[in-house]
């Protein structure tokens, strides 16, 4: 029975780690990342505080793809995996010069502040110009956003000073859809790149 209670154990400790990424492998299998349409999500409208102190709306992100993710700057492992790999996604689309954005949104918004944000995002080598470190906003709203946007809970575990979260990274369509995931753990960045390269110049 014991050898049972510490594989379930370990098991636990797994699907915390990964940030519940597991829950969102649904939808069909798209050449590149996992295709959400059929889900029918939406990002609901927003009105938050990014790493320059400046609002950032819904509305200003409308009539173009954004990539979306869930990191917070005391994360003690993925999110040191997941924001190096959206920097090189950036790189990437910026090299087109295609009218893409970024948003970071911080599921430990008391903590994150805009300076400590700020100082995330630099460490890291993220490009200001369009990506967007989001905080300003309450524990039960982003929990509510990134359930209604992206069908993913977001909870705290207060005695690690931990936040589960989900681990890939969702792409929106110009009129606020969640149209695909991706898994933000992987490396290799291409074939996201890629994509987003194709849709975002096919809308310009």
Not at 88 to 96: C, G, L, P, T, Y
Not at 98 to 125: A, H, I, M
Not at 145 to 165: T, Y
């Amino acid at each position: 029975m014991r050898k049972y209670n510490s594989m379930f154990v370990v098991a636990a400790v797994c699907l915390l780690l990964s940030g519940c990424a597991w829950l969102y492998e649904t939808g069909q299998s798209a050449e590149n990342g996992t295709d959400l349409t059929d889900a029918k999500l939406q990002v609901p409208s927003f009105s938050f505080t990014n790493q320059d102190e400046e609002v950032v709306t819904k509305e200003d992100l409308q009539g173009q793809y954004w990539l979306a993710d869930m990191i917070f700057t005391r994360c003690p492992d993925v999110c040191g995996l997941m924001t190096p790999n959206m920097v090189n996604v950036q790189e990437e689309i910026n090299k087109e010069d295609l009218n893409v954005q970024f948003v970071s949104f911080s599921v430990d918004p008391e903590f994150d502040t805009p300076d400590r944000l700020k100082n995330y995002g630099e460490n890291y080598g993220a490009d200001f110009d369009n990506w967007h470190f989001l905080t300003g906003y309450s524990d039960e709203e982003i929990q509510t956003l990134s359930q209604e946007a992206f069908s993913s809970p977001v909870e705290k575990v207060p005695e690690q000073n931990n936040v589960i979260h989900s681990t890939k990274f969702f792409l929106i369509d110009p009129d606020g859809n969640v149209i695909r995931s991706y898994d933000g753990l992987e490396n290799d960045i291409a074939p996201l790149a890629e994509d987003m390269k194709q849709l975002a110049s096919s809308s310009s």
